[in-house]
């Protein structure tokens, strides 16, 4: 018989350069993602990184990744494997069924996504894994830190307020007429500048959030994908990460030895090995050619 | 490899943002609206379109947060310079004096909490230091 757990990670990421996860814009200035919440002294809106950001840059695309660059891909993937692997695929499929041979074979062979769930194009794959929404550490979030962190964690100390973490960016860019001007028409060219402003808000460096991660009834192979691609994570996040933006160092709380964590990360890897050709011609059926 | 957090750990990735005291919204309000006052009050209207002040205001603020968000006197200086204030008028100007030293006895963290509600409230601030500038304009002082 199998031996199933659940495992539950704290997880604490600071930001190296400013975050921009945003929650939309407004004209061009962009505007990043907070949530009300209650607080002692009324309603307050602080910044947010959503759990499924936090999964998919954390999770999601580096254990893909390892993935990809660890088959034999001569002619390279269907765009359908690709939105598997890194997107969670889509179900597109008449008469969708629930084929427990087929969960069966996809969760042996590529225990990822046993932890991350997905859609085949014939039937939906839950996912074992929660990923918890990014809390600020700042004074309107005392108490849900509080209530995350282990007792005893949070001192005693009167942090600031979520709006003093909250800081604007303002850059420009080329009006992409500029850029048609040819050397020999510069002088007919419009005097006037052509370059765009835009701004937006940013979460400022150094601002730490508190986020975890609960992994259901999972295999020691689950928890050693799950792992490996929490190991792998560049910690980038967000919007303009072209311009240095979105940046996380981030560190864990967890009740596994590192003996342990190396150990579950090796049979991991090693499984990847062994199955690779077997993954790669179940999502090329089961996916490519559906 | 995965690297563990400690409790020491993370209490010195938070030491930064403690506090002694709580945030003075009201003094933001105040002294963000005195600087739009100032800033109308020393708005060219020789060099600049009189009609577009206000427009030209709320891109002072955000040029002068831009260019320096932590040293009052870059600060205010790249404002009247966007507002191409006349430099004669602007250093006999009292009022230039009384917010260079309200800044003086501030702290950093202070100075990121104003930033930030003028940042954020910039609007707000200009509706305030308008209604400012009119009762001033009342008052005979232009």
Redesign the interface.
């Known amino acids: 018989m199998k031996d199933y757990r659940s495992y539950k990670i ?1 997880a ?1 990421s ?1 930001a190296l350069s400013p975050l921009t996860h945003n929650r939309g814009s407004e004209g061009n200035e962009t505007v990043i993602a907070t949530e009300e919440i209650q607080t002692e002294s009324g309603a307050a809106q602080v910044p947010i990184i959503s759990g499924n950001a936090l999964r998919h840059c954390m999770v999601r695309s580096p254990g893909a990744s390892y993935l990809v660059d660890n088959w034999d891909i001569k002619d390279g993937l269907p765009l359908s494997v690709l939105n598997f692997l890194f997107s969670g695929g889509s179900l597109w499929k008449k008469g969708a069924t629930e084929n427990v041979k087929k969960l069966r074979a996809l969760w042996d062979l590529l225990p990822l996504y046993r932890v991350l769930g997905g859609s085949l194009p014939d039937q939906i794959v839950s996912g074992t894994l929660e990923a918890w929404r990014g809390v600020l ?2 004074a309107e979030n005392m108490s849900r830190v509080e209530s995350i ?2 007792s ?2 949070v ?1 005693n ?5 979520a ?6 960016y ?1 850059y420009t860019r080329n009006s992409p007429r500029s850029k048609l001007i040819s050397s020999e028409s510069v002088e007919s060219a419009p005097d006037s500048s052509v370059q765009m402003i835009y ?1 937006g ?1 940013t979460v400022i460096p ?3 959030f508190v986020h975890g991660y609960c992994l259901r009834d999972a295999r020691e192979l689950d928890v050693g994908a799950f ?1 490996h691609a ?2 792998r994570a560049t910690g980038i996040i967000g919007a303009m990460s072209g311009r240095g933006h979105g940046h996380l160092e981030t ?4 009740d596994l030895a ?1 003996a342990e ?2 150990e579950l990360i090796s049979a991991y890897e090693s499984h990847v090995k062994a199955t690779s050709a077997d993954s790669l011609e179940f999502l090329l059926k089961e996916i490519a050619d559906a | ?5 400690s ?1 020491e ?3 010195q ?8 005291e ?2 003075s919204p009201d003094v933001y309000r105040e002294i963000s609206s005195r600087i739009v006052c100032f800033l109308a009050r020393h708005y060219n209207r020789d060099v600049l379109d009189p009609k577009a002040i206000w427009q030209r205001i709320e891109s002072a603020i ?1 040029t002068g ?2 260019k320096s ?1 932590d040293n009052p006197e870059v600060f205010l200086s790249s404002m009247l310079e966007h507002v191409k204030a006349e430099i004669g008028r602007a250093v006999s100007d009292d009022e230039f004096t009384e917010l260079l030293s309200v800044f003086s006895h501030t702290d950093a ?1 202070w100075m ?2 104003f ?3 003028l ?2 409230a910039t609007y707000a601030a200009m509706v305030i230091g308008r209604a400012r500038w009119e009762e001033e304009k009342k008052g005979g002082r232009r």
């Open positions: 704290v604490i600071k550490v700042c962190l282990p005893g964690w001192p100390w009167k942090i600031m307020r709006r003093r973490m909250i800081s604007g303002q701004n808000q150094g601002a730490v792992l929490l190991d560190t864990y709380l967890t590192n964590i190396a | 490899m995965i690297s563990k957090e409790k750990g993370f209490r990735k938070i030491a930064g943002f403690a506090i002694e709580e945030d955000k947060l831009a968000s963290n990121k909490g930033n930030s509600y940042m954020t």
